[in-house]
């Protein structure tokens, strides 16, 4: 059973918009963050963006900032990716995984620190 199910991937010119939805379910549930993380072929895995229940903490990587958006959806999290660029392209992971939240913390872009992730979603920028 595919418990971080991912939509909303796909193809846009440079400027245009795309929002990716992330739904757990099942025990995974459970974990108070759930953020996506992107990849490009020869590179590593980076956290893009994560938020975490409860207080609210989040993580925005410096590179989408003021541009992506996370935020809580009925049954997940969104990003709502606007004003895109060819560098935002992607192979985009859903994850989800339990970090304590801590007054003015803000949650870890390390992968190791979520053990639960979706299958991933392709996001490609033409220019």
């Known amino acids: 059973q595919v418990q971080l199910r991912e939509s909303g991937g796909g193809s846009v010119q440079a400027g245009g918009s795309l929002k990716l939805s992330c739904v757990p379910s099942?025990?995974?549930?459970?974990?108070?963050?759930v953020g996506w993380f992107r990849q490009v072929a020869g590179k590593e895995r980076e956290g893009v963006a994560i938020?975490?229940?409860?207080?609210?903490n989040s993580y925005l990587h410096a590179s989408v900032r003021g541009r992506f958006t996370i935020s809580r959806s009925h049954e997940g999290v969104d990003l709502q990716m606007n004003r895109m660029k060819p560098e935002d392209t992607g192979m985009y992971y859903c994850?989800?995984?339990?970090?304590?939240?801590?007054?003015?913390?803000?949650?870890?872009?390390?992968?190791?620190?979520?053990?639960?992730w979706g299958q991933g979603t392709q996001v490609t920028v033409s220019s």
């Open positions: 994850a989800a995984g339990w970090q304590k939240p801590i007054m003015g913390w803000s949650p870890s872009p390390e992968t190791r620190k979520y053990p639960y």
């Open positions: 099942g025990a995974i549930v459970s974990n108070n963050c």
């Open positions: 938020l975490c229940v409860g207080m609210g």
